[in-house]
């Protein structure tokens, strides 16, 4: 099979099951080079619809002798692109092309110094030693069929490995992380100098495809769209109003679960500014109704997602011809929802993926599927939509359900409510609004403790403040906010919140924790 059968689009990452997978699709798409991920078992089918470029085989918890250990269609090697194996990619390879693998008498993880020992495309423009990050407990110990050695370090003689007569390149350690300064120039080196990848891929060139698939999708068709008022529900609905028009119908649920103004907010630039045809639909009592007494997170995500397509049913039946429903899905709700790729583990669902109940008879558009959130916030941007909208900070679909943990009453809303506005409004006034990934407020109903307020007893609600630091929201890290502003936020929650003596901060990174608390 030659590299012309496959016409090179993109860059094919394959997912052995990686935590580091995602970020090999990041860092390229940061290079401007478009990539998709398919599951390690990905048919011979796939990968030539895929039309590829390059094919990588990213890292992955098994090790190549274990019995069933995963391994990819044989037409990867036969396809006639470049691949890299990253880790246990490389070690596939050398598996793979009878070479052997074996256990290291010393597990390689953390920072390694990589010597560069061979003339390589991969690693063009780079220093002869390079600081890597290194996690594996498997290395090559014999190469065969034409591969050589091109870097080594002190305890993995075969870190990087390639046979460039069939342009298929091997290295133990990761580029697509932080620990790897200059990885991303090795991932660059592969896309641009061993792939031939000329394409850039940018937000003005994703807008044209995107509202082309939309046209495509859509045909004559009308679109129903779930509009929540938050960045992803904002940027799918415009975009999907650029190929469509009049034939898109926003609805706007409240549910009951949202904070201080965001209904309002919709109304106001949903609705008369970026003049999409919205309706607001007042749902709350459905929604709190069905909660009442539900303390488990996973059953009051699916309780919330059942009433959210329920209404949604209800509202496009009173549009005739609609035959779509629009969501503001993203890569990360896809991830964490159901290991589409590789054998990751499912961490907890999303209202936004799992699928349609049959009844419903409609099918989805969902343009920003593909999307990390600051590439939609991008791509917001070339749309036009104002810079406060596309600054606000992440908000789950199940709302503020998921931030009461234990059940969901009234009165603990409008407490979370009240705090959380508090908190926004300290961290917007100190200029820190913009410069967190995500910032707000958990109540826990039951956890009470003992305060004193004036010359009295009290026995309330303790709130926790969340702010984290991230660039995806796959991967996060606590903020490190100034003591006086988490002083001044803790003030005013207790002494302006009906029902709160006890504020703490939350310093959990994600891993292990997630960001949302359910």
Known sequence: MSVAALEG???????????????????????????????????????????????????????????????????????????LGIC???????ELHGGKVVPSKKREYGHADLEIVAESPLFADLPKHLQVWMSHGDSASRLHNGFRVDARTESAPYAAISDEAKRQYGIQFHPEVVH?????????????????????????????????????????????????GGVDST?????????????????????????????????KVLGRELKLNLKVVDASKLFLGRLKGVSDPERKRKIIGKSFIEVFDKEAKRIKGVTFLAQGTLYPDVIESVSVHGPSVVIKSHHNVGGLPKKMNLKLVEPLRMLFKDEV????????????????????????????LGAVTPELLTTLRDADLVMRQELKAAGWYDKVWQAFVVILPSVRSVGVMGD???????????????????????????????????????????????????????????????
């Open 235 to 267: 940027v799918a609905a415009t975009l999907i109003s650029k190929a469509i028009g009049s034939r898109l119908h926003c609805i706007y649920v409240d549910t009951g679960l949202g904070r201080h103004g965001d209904r309002e907010r919709a109304e």
């Open 377 to 404: 916030r991008l791509l917001g941007k070339e749309m036009g939509i104002s810079p406060d909208l596309l600054g606000l900070h992440p908000f789950p679909g199940p709302g503020l359900a998921i931030r009461v």
């Open 180 to 228: 790897t300064p200059l990885g991303s120039k090795v991932l660059e080196n592969f896309a641009r100098r061993i792939c031939g990848f000329k394409k850039v891929w940018s937000m003005t060139s994703l807008l044209e495809s995107q509202v082309a698939a939309i046209k495509a999708q859509v045909g004559e068709g009308k679109v129903v769209c779930a509009l929540s």
């Open 9 to 83: 689009e993109k860059i094919l990452i394959l997912d052995f099951g990686s935590q580091y997978t995602q970020l090999i699709a990041r860092r390229l798409r940061e290079l401007q080079v478009y990539c998709e991920i398919l599951p390690y078992k990905a048919s011979r089918a796939q990968i030539l619809a895929a039309k590829a470029a390059g094919i990588i085989l990213s890292g992955g918890p098994a090790s190549v002798h274990e019995k069933g250990s995963p391994r990819p269609d044989k037409f990867v090697f036969e396809a006639g692109v470049p691949v």
């Open 456 to 518: 009295g007893r009290t026995y309330e609600n303790t709130v926790v403040v969340r702010s984290v630091d991230s660039r995806d929201g796959m991967t996060a890290d606590w903020s490190r906010l100034p003591f006086d502003l988490l002083q001044k936020i803790s003030s005013r929650i207790v002494s302006e919140v009906k029902g709160v003596n006890r504020v703490a901060y939350d310093i959990s990174s994600k891993p292990p924790a997630t960001i949302e608390w359910e």
């Open 88 to 94: 246990y990619g490389m070690q596939l390879l050398v």
